[in-house]
């Protein structure tokens, strides 16, 4: 297991947000991935339009997760309508 930093811009509607949130953490508990924080940064203007959105909700998290899935979760994940950019970062902690 390595931990990550994982930050998300999801759709700024309410109902999508709860539902692309609801997606991650469920996809974080199908790997077996253990979450040790998770920060909801609020709805915020984008710097620039991503997939015509000029709004994202951002919610960051600190999980550890299996490298080995690390590909198959980010492929998943790119297909999902809701969350329209996400990072994995390798944390040094």
């Given at each position: 297991?390595?931990?990550?930093?994982?930050?998300?811009?999801?759709?700024?509607?309410?109902?999508?947000?709860?539902?692309?949130?609801?997606?991650?953490?469920?996809?974080?508990?199908?790997?077996?991935?253990?979450?040790?924080k998770?920060?909801?940064?609020?709805?915020?203007?984008?710097a620039?339009?991503?997939?015509?959105?000029?709004?994202?909700?951002?919610?960051?998290?600190?999980?550890?997760?299996?490298?080995?899935?690390?590909?198959?979760?980010?492929?998943?994940?790119?297909?999902?309508?809701?969350?329209?950019?996400?990072?994995?970062?390798?944390?040094?902690?």
């Amino acid at each position: 297991m390595r931990t990550y930093e994982v930050t998300f811009i999801f759709r700024s509607e309410e109902d999508l947000f709860k539902k692309g949130l609801e997606f991650v953490k469920s996809e974080f508990a199908r790997y077996g991935a253990t979450v040790q924080k998770e920060e909801d940064m609020g709805d915020r203007t984008l710097a620039y339009p991503i997939k015509k959105q000029a709004r994202g909700h951002y919610t960051m998290f600190v999980v550890d997760f299996p490298q080995d899935k690390i590909v198959e979760l980010d492929k998943l994940l790119k297909l999902q309508t809701e969350i329209l950019k996400f990072l994995f970062i390798v944390s040094e902690v």
